[in-house]
């Protein structure tokens, strides 16, 4: 198991949080199984940037970026050199720190 930190974020949690997630799991399936509703409008897919986050401690663990995944951040708002796609980016046994930015491409929410 390894611990995921999120760092508060106004709408999806406004507090930070600390959380436990399985290795093999995505960041994005770790924070929606602990009621954190990260945008995922493509139903986990890899084809939008609404799950985006900023890696701040743990980046080198996560498995590597394919080339959909590249592609797809250069989209991405507030795209730095640590970000991933949560629905893409596995989580290993080292703990995590992420941040998931205040805007993202989607005007609308997505009722998932």
């Not at 611990?3 to 949080?17: Q, V």
């Not at 509703?37 to 799950?51: F, G, P, V, Y």
């Amino acid at each position: 198991m390894a611990i995921i930190r999120i760092l508060p974020h106004p709408e999806y949690c406004p507090k930070g949080a600390e959380i436990e997630a399985t290795a093999g799991t995505s960041i994005c399936e770790a924070l929606l199984e602990h009621d954190i509703k990260i945008e995922h409008a493509c139903d986990m897919s890899c084809a939008c940037t609404t799950c985006h986050v900023v890696v701040r401690e743990g980046f080198n663990s996560l498995n590597e970026m394919d080339e959909n995944e590249e592609d797809l951040l250069d989209r991405a708002w507030g795209l730095e050199p640590n970000s991933r796609l949560s629905c893409q980016a596995i989580v290993a046994q080292k703990d995590l720190t992420v941040e998931i930015p205040k805007y993202s491409i989607n005007h609308a929410k997505e009722n998932h």
